[in-house]
């Protein structure tokens, strides 16, 4: 622990300031960083996200014609993570070289997996004759780096998987803090470790939780004893004396969106903690190479085949225009 950050004895932080955003259709992942990385207090963030957000606003007119920067930014999250884990892409290669600087093999790993899964996309939208959104999926696959409309949409309406939010979060100035587990995340164990990590992690300010179980993603923005009289650091130690089942979390969810205060032991054996450091620098040179790779290739991204509004698959997927609706829809 650094003593030049808590005092022994120093009441420690019950909850940070986060904003509440709304999610879009199943991008609860895309909204939970967000708020993590709250654009509003750090300006060359916001203004990446805001000039990424212009260029690509052609493309998310065609979707929905929505003004909010909460779901626009979610959008430019799923279109960078697109370029990310392109297999083919050489404007994005210093991307690629940089994601595989900071998750070695576990990047090229899921660049696989991912793509695979976007095959097999590809495959049951044509065994459904929706041609329109497979033509989209097959620029993708062939072309390497083209993100049609209709597959930005479908791709930003899933769920995220823990892999993809730690490379959006590496690209936009944070870094992945790993646990001993499968994933590197936090995981529930009846010992006392799980909580010290949690309580240590959630005191630093530079620090940024967010947790899930697979099918929701939430940001943990408080984390507190009922009692805070015992909420201090003494000998080294945080709150020595208190059990888990005498914290209480809050965090935000962007389903509804809500605040929740709940106790750490109704959803801590169910949940997946994944601790982030925001970096000493920024991204900064990155953010503004991917941006000049962006603008040479949305010209070519929309230029696409109009939608057969005759087609009736293809026209119920285009009319799917609601912008909040329920994860579990899904399930």
Request: charged letters at 25%; aromatic letters at 12%.
């Amino acid at each position: 622990m650094n003593g030049k950050d808590i005092k022994v004895d120093q009441t420690l932080p019950t909850k940070w300031e986060f904003p509440l955003y709304r999610q879009l259709t199943n991008s609860c992942g895309l909204a939970s960083i967000l708020m993590l990385m709250d654009p509003s207090k750090n300006p060359k963030l916001q203004e990446i996200l805001d000039k990424i957000g212009q260029l690509i606003n052609p493309l998310i007119l065609k979707i929905l014609p929505i003004n909010e920067s909460e779901f626009i930014y979610q959008y430019v999250l799923q279109y960078v993570l697109l370029k990310a884990i392109s297999q083919d892409s050489e404007e994005f290669m210093f991307l690629n070289q940089y994601l595989t600087e900071q998750f070695e093999s576990s990047y090229e790993n899921h660049k696989i997996i991912s793509n695979f899964k976007l095959n097999e996309s590809h495959r049951k939208f044509i065994d459904h004759e929706m041609f329109a959104i497979a033509k989209a999926y097959d620029r993708y696959i062939l072309e390497g780096n083209t993100i049609p409309t209709l597959m930005l949409k479908n791709e930003t309406f899933s769920i995220k998987n823990d892999m993809d939010l730690k490379i959006l979060m590496s690209i936009f100035g944070y870094v992945f803090i790993p646990f001993n587990s499968t994933n590197g995340a936090l995981v529930y164990k009846k010992n006392k470790e799980f909580l010290e990590n949690l309580c240590k992690s959630h005191i630093d300010p530079e620090n940024r939780i967010l947790f899930g179980d697979g099918k929701h993603w939430q940001a943990l923005t408080g984390l507190y004893p009922k009692n805070l009289d015992k909420w201090v650091v003494n000998n080294e130690k945080i709150a020595p004396k208190i059990s888990l089942k005498n914290f209480i979390t809050v965090y935000n969810d962007p389903i509804l969106p809500k605040q929740h205060s709940v106790p750490l032991k109704e959803i801590v054996s169910q949940q997946f903690f994944y601790i982030f450091k925001k970096k000493k620098g920024d991204n900064s040179i990155l953010w503004n190479r991917i941006q000049n790779a962006i603008a040479q290739n949305i010209p070519n991204e929309l230029d696409e085949t109009i939608i057969n509004k005759n087609n009736c698959i293809e026209k119920s997927f285009n009319e799917m225009d609601e912008t909040i609706i329920r994860d579990d829809d899904l399930f």
